[in-house]
Nanobody, 122 residues
């Protein structure tokens, strides 16, 4: 089975920084794209950032120039460095691994982390 385990969330004052991590484990051969999503109180889940296997990145306008997504293929881990945090960044953050090729089963799959709470106080 494949598991994604997130860490790094917490409470931070506005203007501070946090780094989220998401590590994949299981029978994984490769991961095409990693993404971070977030879901604020009473809001729909939204895409925050994405990074492809080639290293290309894309960000939501609301986090551009403040957040940085990166990946370590050897560790099967994705990171989200969040700087200059704002109260509106408060949300549960979810990682997603897409286009996952397994060593045991044909096909490509998508997996989600359990979510980690980020709370930014003003």
């Amino acid at each position: 089975q494949v598991q994604l385990v997130e860490s790094g969330g917490g409470l931070m004052q506005a203007g501070g920084s946090l780094r989220l991590s998401c590590a994949a484990s299981g029978s994984i051969f490769s991961i095409n794209a990693w993404a971070w999503y977030r879901q604020g109180p009473g809001m729909q889940r939204e895409l925050v950032a994405i990074i492809t296997s080639g290293g290309s990145t894309n960000y939501a306008d609301s986090v551009k120039d403040r957040f940085t997504i990166s990946r370590d293929n050897a560790k099967k881990t994705v990171y989200l460095q969040m700087n200059s945090l704002k109260p509106e960044d408060t949300a549960v953050y979810y990682c997603n691994a897409a286009g996952v090729v397994l060593t045991t089963t044909p096909g490509k799959y998508s997996y989600w982390g359990q979510g980690t709470q980020v709370t930014v106080s003003s």
